[in-house]
T-cell receptor
Framework: EAGVAQSPRYKIIEKRQSVAFWCNPI?????LYWYQQILGQGPKLLIQ????????DSQLPKDRFSAERLKGVDSTLKIQPAKLEDSAVYLC?????????????FGQGTRLTVV | AQTVTQSQPEMSVQEAETVTLSCTYD???????LFWYKQPPSRQMILVIR??????QNATENRFSVNFQKAAKSFSLKISDSQLGDTAMYFC????????FGAGTTVTVRA
């Protein structure tokens, strides 16, 4: 079974530029998560989708970050404009169901460096 | 809102010995799950073990076991017979309607 695919793996941009990340979850997985993981810290949930609806986006900086999950499958996360503090690994994860017991499967992440 | 606290930034253990990682959480919910995830260096995060809040029996997966104390809101992970491949960052996670993680504990297994 193919895992969670993310692209690009690495991205370097200048501050105030825009950037987009793409995630393709495991086929059939209804729940999709985007996390921001700053070096040495735990993942911080940015947004959680159930199919193409938003379950939680309370920690998404909506003035600069946006995310969508069209047709309840793959998803994009965008940052516009980027700040230095956005440098982090952006992790995408998916789970088969929304149940509390559901295991989340993670992609390899996109490492963003803002200079 | 729930919070997950891991108070040990780093732990070191000799191969074949046992190490215990601590985690506390805060919630007003009664129905939730707790997880431990492992993130090896430069590799993807994977599930180690999970525990349902309604089950009193502690979960066990091979060399990994938990000590779940619901009243104390404590959820520790014990790694027995540590192996070099256990070297990784370990995250405690809480799931009610959203999945939240602690800051992590870096475990280094020494040969």
């Amino acid at each position: 079974e193919a895992g969670v695919a993310q692209s690009p793996r690495y991205k370097i941009i200048e501050k105030r530029q825009s950037v987009a990340f793409w995630c393709n979850p495991i086929s059939g997985h209804a729940t999709l998560y985007w996390y921001q993981q700053i070096l040495g810290q735990g993942p911080k949930l940015l947004i959680q989708f159930q199919n193409n609806g938003v379950v939680d986006d309370s920690q998404l900086p909506k003035d600069r970050f946006s995310a969508e999950r069209l047709k309840g499958v793959d998803s994009t996360l965008k940052i516009q404009p980027a700040k230095l503090e956005d440098s982090a690994v952006y992790l995408c994860a998916s789970s088969l169901v929304q149940g509390l017991e559901a295991e989340a499967f993670f992609g390899q992440g996109t490492r963003l460096t803002v200079v | 809102a729930q919070t997950v606290t891991q108070s040990q930034p780093e732990m070191s253990v000799q191969e074949a010995e046992t190490v215990t990682l601590s985690c506390t959480y805060d919630t007003s919910e009664n129905n939730y799950y707790l997880f431990w995830y492992k993130q090896p260096p430069s590799r993807q995060m994977i599930l180690v073990i999970r525990q349902e809040a309604y089950k009193q029996q502690n979960a066990t997966e091979n060399r990994f076991s938990v000590n779940f104390q619901k009243a104390a809101k404590s959820f520790s992970l014990k790694i027995s017979d540590s192996q070099l491949g256990d070297t990784a960052m370990y995250f405690c996670a809480f799931h009610d309607y959203k999945l939240s993680f602690g800051a992590g504990t870096t475990v280094t297994v020494r040969a």
